[in-house]
Every structure is written in structure tokens, then in C-alpha cells.
């Protein structure tokens, strides 16, 4: 992800990857999901200082508004910035990503951001090669075949105008893809990193009220330094 | 809350209290109820074996989705067991909680619930008083007074039909603020306890299809064993 | 259906069963519909003193909002009841029941209650032996078995969570279908009579402002004498 | 009512009134809207032979979509025609009536009509002047005075479209009041009138499929004789 | 379409039909349907003096609401006249055009009107022969089975209960597809060409206030002259 | 604006600045904003080419949704950039222009885009003061002064967490109203032209099928001769 998110913003930004030191091995439930966002807090606290922009770099956008809350930077989330790409570019939305019981996570957060009435199409298939590590940086011609062949049916039946690949296997498969679609095709991972060039130059100011001024004064255990300290 | 719980129930039900080791220790801004709703899945992980239903103690209801998902019994929620009660004695339902930055918190649930629609007022109050220990088993009467005020206002600005007394620290306040008002008060400890007891007594079967079916051969690090064990 | 409801509650409460002596013999349509719910009006005018809740047995919830605004008891709603208790049990709800033409009578309730966001499927199958008075306290094997396999493919289909079997004829027909389904399935009788305990139990206080205040000194004719008493 | 109704059409159409003889003197509450709902359906069946279209001469609209399920030709209710007129010259639209307890009735209508998300202000006022029975055809000026006054608080402070004039007593206000106001508005009996000639003049096909076609092969018992004999 | 117009109202009122000098020849596309607008509102600033009300006869309603703000008459669309009369028909509403290109364009009026919840079924279909000139005043037999044949079809599929005929070139079709169809079908141009006359009767009061009041200083340059002289 | 855009994005793009050679002079109705919007159409036809992307430079988003059917490179709003950034810093977002019946253009467009819930606050502020042409690069302090004053009034009162400020006359005001605020503000150009220089580096694909493939084969007369070859 973080190769693809630098290739696409070139030199308007420089990338630096963190990740999390525990929690689940990849988001496939609710349950690791919610696992997801605590560790992204804990990332975020300790790396943000410096940065002009965070990138959440988890398709469920898991953690993205209490980051908001956190931090005094804007924080981009992959499928926020993907749907929010698409809105500017059709009237009907798709959303392909694997497993079909990712969905309803990934409509909850459109139900979040207000935008569930542009969803048109959703489906999360079964592509268990698409986990497999990749040899290089080229994708997998079976997976981009696959991926080419549900999204092309995708668009056709539901009439969609957008179509968003979204899941963090997924981050470049955008070229394979969009060659044997009739509509534009966003890869969730360009579309974030491009977010947070634009939010980050246009440096926002920071919350002093309301839900999202940073939270001070909180007693916590189990956490982190970085976080606790930033909660004290 | 317990202690109210269980008076509610009566012989109905026999509750058994729980608390999080580590984690915040008051829910007041989104990061701590990120935290809060993985300090739920690790308690429900250890301690569901053996209950009819898990009543969730937290007034945002964090947790409560992953916690339906990860377990076979039934989970109730505070916020969603007022609210869904609310909904049974009156058209325009209102809640009252401390703290006006949890408002989002809550409103984000009343939104997955699909029932944003039915509120019809919130209001989250500074009330440094009510967060005092108590010295017994009464309510303070000056938290009393201020709640009552403050409910009666909010019920006639916006004709409410129904208010919900929301907040772990409100639970036991109905007696002393039902009298001042015109319309049925609801506390949400007393709501999700009969709930439990409904659910529980229904025994309704576990998922074992869809989004909700207990996720299993998942990787994750960082967790207490019994989470880890019921992922594995 | 009295005698499911005092089964699934037990010892919890005990049930008053009261028929209309005039309507229509079964509801099927909108008119019959409207004749039922001013049948309820009488009932519940005539039946609630000395009662902790009304549960009221009609299907589509006919005269339930004005039952509430009437009486200062809690009123549980068959449908409003197995819907609310769904809500607590999984995200996408679907309802099964007999006759395609009265959806919409179910469809406008979920509505009102401001839950249709959450209704996923719908089915109003024909099963004409589902009517035919039963020899003793056992369902109809055949019936079930319809039951059954259309509850498995509405479920299948649109990705249910939770199924609602809706139909006072339907009454019982659960622990025949819950083991060839993979997700929880809802006794609207069994529901409401719990959350009739639920909401007795809790003893809500009467409406003494807004819209569902019992009316007074309100001059009406044709209709029987206790309801005539309430309005007077 | 008739009166306004039959000026406002003038030759377009020939107006027949019917009265109820048994049911609520006046709708003021849910209860007593339900009752009048049942004695629309007795009317309706009674009357609706050798008519064109049926205009429901009640300000809630009870009745109407069982009415429209019971006939074979348009039926009008004054609500609705008032409401839809309305939609046809402005974007925000307002509702004034008599008494506040009767505007959840009218929003659950506007709700049914899947036109709330129009309705930008209510009122419900307090004006007994305006139930006594007027000594000729003009309107009491201080009734209309009062009406004028809350109209335009109500217009100018939602920053309104249009207004509606609902409720049976403020027939014929509507000239009265409009002076006074600096955006159109509408009186629902002539509004209604003119729905019932259009739609009348286009004689719509009955329904012969759905939910709306008649109902057949229905008992019921405690109706009068037309009516049952229309379910029969 | 002046000639249907005419005929369904009869003696009611005199339709005076103008066209555009400029513009397209034909709307398919949000292009020329914002070139339509511009179109309509030069027609209406010159020819709205001394009419009752307006007719706008372009299936998509382009340029209405401007014309609302414009002219101080009644303006009434096709599609927005047709929809609501089909609002009092029936619960469950579709519409049937030609090109399915042109459904994001009837769909974005329907959610302008706040009636998008309403519409049940859409179909666009491809019918080149719909657009040859007619011989005489007779409809084309393969264009009314072909309408027919998928009317019906539409109908069926979704449980409509109400059909809307839109499309300039099927003004008139209604009589030889309604004896195919079990429910109502509106022809737009007659549910418009009465909702004129409905309007026009009532003679609501022009805006004086609000969006809609008539703007007035406002400086334009290459508009023709009667639209450049209501701006001024 | 162009001055603004351009400082905004410093080196990541070279804007060219195009103004329509007729048309109104300012859009303060919906009659001129529909002028408009066939103005941009034009314009966008005869300039397209060569460019990476496209900003329609006029607040209300005039002609947005035709021009992104017409050309076949991303199409930004100055008001979808504003509201898609501010959906990326907080919840609840407010916005602040000139002139109160522009308001329900802007919230036309907001219903459109499908993000009208995430509205909650509008403001339309009469300052003829702010269309004085300035004397150079500055902000006028009284207009800066003014828009802090009431920007911050709205912010307190709807609890608002991002402000955008909308009107092309505002472009540059954004320095001057920040600091007086606890919440982001968002400049309307500022935002649309980092949203076209991250779509046009995404470079997304053109529409081949749907409804925003350009139309081809269409006669049109009355346009300038770049459109008409567009549509030819």
C-alpha cells in the first residue's frame, strides 16, 4: 500500500509507513475490526507529531473519526477518500472488495459519512489468492482477472457510473482493471493519498470546540505511552 | 448499575457484574470508547460462558455489534434497550446525558439503529456533581433537581413523548425525576435488564450464516487469551 | 396465540385473552384493517382496568398508537414487538408472512416505528392450509415445511441477520423452523408477550401532556359504552 | 365545507354531501380518528355509486387509503390534495391547523405520502372562537385575525414557501387570511375539490391487481349492510 | 402533445402552445436538458402574460422551478403533475420512458419533489420507432404493444399499483395501453394539463417574499429581451 | 478566484481562467443560475481540451453535473469540494454565504451529492459591501469582521465542527475568519482546486457507457459552435 500511495502522489508528498505492533493479522469481523482501531489509536499518537496529514491505511476506515478527535492534523481514511473521489466523478456508486461479510462494515461507514443513498452496488467476493504474497510489484493476473470480470458485472447490473476497488490486497490492481471497464475505476489507496496531499496543503486549523477538540484530563491504563499521555 | 439492574429484574434474573481490568476510566471523548469497546469483547470473550444474555454496561454501547458477532447469546445494550423501549410509549423520544461531546456518540447509534428519525431531542449537561461517589444508595438530591429542570425543559421544548435518562452514573435517578415530568422516564439500566431477561428467555438460536456468525482461524496478537481463543 | 404467549412467559405474568364480539374474522386488507383497529379500541376500553400492560393480538398492529394514547398502561404491539426484539439480534431483518397484498399494511407500520431502514426482505407467501384450524396443539407439518423453505431462500437472498415470522396463525410455527434456518427466528406473539412483561415490569408513568395524553370530554356515538366513558 | 368546496369548482363538477350518523362530533385525538376512519368506509360504501370521485371530507385524511382499496373510483382526501398542491408552487412548505395534539396525526400522513422531508414548519394553535358555529357564510373576523397573525409568524420564521389551511372549520378562510401574507395559500377543501374534478375527469382504471384491488370473500360482522355487502 | 393536452380537458380551458426557436431538437442527455431550461425560461418570460398558468411540456420538467421564480402564474411539469396524481392513486408508483439514459434525469426531480420514496419502479427502454412522426392522430400499434409488453412486465416485477407514461412522443398512448395493464396509467400531459387547470382556478397569490419572489435588478446579458426586461 | 485557486496549489498546477462572454453578471435567483449553467456549458466545451481537469468556478456548482457528461476529464464544484473536504474534518458541518435565498440552490445541490444530513447549519447573510470591487490583493476588514461575527454566531449555535465559506466573492476571506473560530474553515476555491489537482492526477477514465458518456448525434441549434460540435 504504502509503495502504491507514494508512486501515485510522487513528489507532492512523502509517505512514511507505520504499523501496528499487535493486533489482528488482517480485518475479516467486526471483532477485528474493532481490535483495528484501538491499534490504529495507539499509531497515531505515537507518529503523528511532524506529520501534515495522517493516512489510515485499513479499508474499514477503522479508527478514522476518534483519530480525528486525537490528533490535531487531518486524518484521511482509504474508504472515505474513495467514495468521496467517486461522488465527484458519477452519480452511482459500486464498492467491490473480498468477502462478503466485510459489507455490511463498509455501509455502516457510508451510513456514517451520509453518503449511503449514493451507493448503488456492493460485493465482496471470495478470492483467497488475492492474500497470497506477491512474488513482486506486478499484480496477480488471475486476481485481476477475477476482480475485472465481477466488477464489469457489477457495473452493468446495478447501471453504476463509479466503480471503487477497495481492500488493502487490492492497492494497485487499478491498472489491470480499469482497461476492461466502461466507467472510471478509483483504487482506495490513490484516492487517500491524494486526500492527504490536499487536506494536508490546506493545513485546516485544529478543533479548540466540540466533539472533535482534542480530549484532555483522561485517566486511562492499558494503552501506550504516546496515547496515554496524549489523553492525560 | 448493578445494584439497579438487578432490583429491576428481581427474581426475574440473576445478574453477575464484570469490569475491565485495563481501559479508560470514564467513556468521554470517541478515543475512549474505542478503547472501551475492546475492553467489552476481552470481558465478553471471558465471561459469557455459562449466561442466558450479556448486558453491556457502557452508555454508548460500545462494543455491542462486535460482542453480537463474537458470542452465541444474546447482547444487549443500554442505549439500544432504552431507545428501543422509548419506542414502544410514545412517538417523539428525547435523551438526557451528561456531557454534550457524547451527544455525537450516542446519535451515531441512534443512526445504526436505523431510528434517528423517532428522536426528537438531546441534551448532554455539565453536571460535575453527579460523578461523585455516592455516600449510599440514594441519588443526590441536588443531581436530582438539576436533571429534573433540565428534562422538563427539554420535554416541553420539543413535545417529547418519552425521555431516556442515559449515563452510567444516572442509573438509579428515575424515581427522584419521574414525578416532575409529564411523560414516561426511562432509565437505560432498567430498560437493558428486562431486555436481557426477554432475549435470554426467548433463546433465540446463534448465527451460524451471514455477518454475524462467529468469526473463526483469525490471527491476532495483544489480547487476553480467552479473545484470542474464541478468534483462533 | 394465548396460549404461546403464556408459554413463552411462564410464570412471568399471566395472561387475559379477549375477543371482539363484532369485525372481520380475519384481516386481509386495508378496510378490514381499519374496522379491526376500532374493534381494539373497544377491547382495550373495556378490558385494561386492573391489567399491568395490554398485548395487543392482531398481526399488523391495528389501533396500536391510538390504544396508547387511550389507555395508561403500556400497549405491546405483535409486530412492533418482534421487530424491536430483531433489532437486538442482527442488522438486516427480513419478515415472513401469509398473503402477498398485506406487506404493505407491514411495510407502513415499520415506518411509523422509523425502522424501515432496517427491513431487508419481505415475503407475503399464499399458503391456504395455514388457516385451516388445527386438530390440536401441534402445527401442520406442511406448513412448516413451506414455512421453512421460503424462510431459507428470503434469507439466502437478501443476506438476512434475523427473520421474523409474522401471522397470528403463524403462532407456534417457530421451533419448527428454527433448525432448518442459520439465523435467529422471531415468534411475534412469543416477543410481544415478553416485552409485555418487560414494560409492565417497569411501570412506566401515564402521558399527562402531549399527544398521547387520554383525551377527555371528546362527544361520540355508536360506539359501546366504555369507550364512550373513556372519551367522556 | 360543501359550501366552499362547490364554489370553488363551480360548473366544473356537481358536489353531493354525506354525513355520518354515528362516530366522533369531532376528530381531536387518535382515538377518535380511528372511529372516524371506520364511518368513512360505511359512507363510502354507501355513497360512492354513480360517482366519479369521492372527496373524504376530514382534515386527517382518515380513511383514505382503505377508501381507496374499498372503491373503484378516485378518492380525494384534503390533506393530501393540499399537501400536493402545495409541492407545485414552492420548495418549503407549511401547515397551520387547530390544536397542537393533532399535529402527529397530520405529520404520519405526510409520512404515508413520502412527502415529510417537505414540510418545513407546523403549528397547532388554540382557537375555540373558531368551533362556534358561524351565523352566516362569512368567516369571524377575529378568527381570520388570529389566523393571519400565527400564519406569518410561522412563514417567517421557517422562512416558507406556501401555506396550507387545514382543518374543517377554517374552510373559507382562506381569503381572509391570504392578504396578509406575502406567499400563497392554500385552503384544503377547495384544493381537495379541485384534485377530486381532475382526477375524476381522467377516470383513472380501477385496480384489478395489488394491494389496492377490492377486497372479495371477506366476513365481518357489525357493519352496516353496503359495506359488508362490498366485502362479500 | 397540445392536441392530448386539449382534448383531456375539454372546455375547462384554452391551451395556447409555443415552442422554442432555439435549442434542442430533442432532450437525451443532462446537456441538452440544461439547454431545454434556458430555453423555457426566454418562452415563459414572453409568453406568460395574460395565462392562467403554465403548462411546461418537457417530460423532465426542465426549467420548472425557475420558472416558479420567474413568472407570477401557476407553472405545472409533466413529470411532477403526473407523479402526484400518481401519489393519489396507489402506494407503489412507476414510470416508464424511453432511454434509459434519461432515468438519472426523472429520478433527481423525484428526489427534488421529496417523493423519491415513493417511485417503486423506473424503466427507460429503447423504442426508435416511438420517435417517427405519426401519420395522423392515431398511436403506432407496435409502439403502444411494445409499451404495453413492458409496462406490464414492470408492473408485475415490482408490485406497482400506479404506471406514469412519460415521454413527449407518448403523449396520447394511454387508451390503447391502459386495457393491458391490472392498474391505473396516467399519461403525464394529461395529469398536467388538469393540474393546470386545478391551479390555475385556485388562483394562488404570486411570491413576495422567499426564494421565489420575482427577482428583480439583475443585470443580464444574451438572453432575448421579454426574459432581460422581468430580470431587470 | 483564479488568484486564490492558484496561490492554493502553488506549483502542483497551472490554472487557466476562463469567464463566459454572456450570460448574467452575478447568480443571485434560480432563473440566473439556470443562465448560468448553459453559460458554463459553453465554456466548458470550448476549453476542455488540453486540460487535466476541469473548475467550474461559480458557487452554487451551476452546470456541474452536464459538463462532467460532456467532457471526458474530471468536473470539480467549488460548493461538492467544499462539502466533500468538510466531511473529511468533523461531523457536522455549516456553511456561511451571501444572500439568503441562495440557500436553496445551495441545499438542492447538497441533496443531490446525497450529503444533505451531514448539513447543520446554513446561513445567507446580506453584506452588499462584500460585491465592492477591492482596491487590491486585501480582504475588506468590515466584510471580514462581519462573516467572523456571524460564521462564529452559527458555529455556536448549531455546534458546528467545520465552517465552509461559500461565494465567489468570499474566495480569500478564508486567512481573515480563522482565527476568530474554534473549528476549521473551509474556502470554497481553495478546496475545488485541490480536488482538481488530485483528480487530474488520478487521471480516472472517461464514462465509455451510462448516463454520463457524452452524447453524440444530438441536434441542437442556438449554441456556440463548440458545443454544437460536442453534441454533433
Chains 1, 2, 3, 4, 5, 6 share one sequence.
Not at 448503488?120 to 512474488?135: C, H, V
Not at 496477480?140 to 470480470?149: F, I, Q, S, T
Not at 466507467?183 to 489507496?189: S, T, Y
Request: with cysteine; net charge negative.
Amino acid at each position: 500500500m504504502l509503495r502504491v500511495a507514494q508512486a501515485a502522489v510522487g513528489s507532492a508528498a512523502t509517505l512514511v509507513g507505520v504499523t501496528a505492533p499487535h493486533g489482528p493479522a488482517v480485518v475479516g469481523s467486526r471483532t477485528e475490526n474493532t481490535l483495528a482501531a484501538s491499534a490504529a489509536l495507539e499509531l497515531g499518537a505515537a507518529h503523528a507529531e511532524g506529520c501534515d496529514a495522517m493516512l489510515l491505511g485499513i479499508s474499514t476506515d477503522a479508527g478514522l473519526e476518534p483519530l480525528r478527535e486525537l490528533l490535531d492534523i487531518p486524518v484521511v481514511g482509504m474508504l472515505e477518500a474513495a467514495l468521496l473521489t467517486a461522488c465527484q466523478l458519477g452519480g452511482r456508486i459500486g464498492l467491490l472488495t473480498l468477502g462478503e461479510r466485510m459489507l455490511p462494515l463498509y455501509q455502516e461507514q457510508a451510513r456514517r459519512m451520509g453518503i449511503a443513498g449514493r451507493m448503488a452496488g456492493w460485493a465482496g467476493i471470495e478470492l483467497p489468492a488475492a492474500f497470497t504474497p506477491q512474488s513482486g510489484d506486478a499484480p496477480e493476473p488471475a486476481v485481476a482477472d477475477a476482480l475485472a470480470e465481477h466488477a464489469a458485472r457489477l457495473v452493468q447490473d446495478q447501471c453504476l457510473d463509479v466503480l471503487v476497488l477497495s481492500g488493502a490486497v487490492l492497492a494497485g490492481y487499478r491498472p489491470a482493471v480499469q482497461p476492461r471497464l466502461p466507467v472510471p475505476v478509483i483504487d482506495g489507496i490513490e484516492a487517500a493519498a491524494w486526500q492527504a496531499v490536499a487536506l494536508g496543503a490546506q493545513k485546516p486549523a485544529a478543533h479548540r470546540a466540540g466533539s472533535y477538540a482534542p480530549p484532555h484530563g483522561r485517566r486511562v491504563t492499558g494503552t501506550g505511552a504516546p496515547l496515554a499521555r496524549r489523553l492525560a
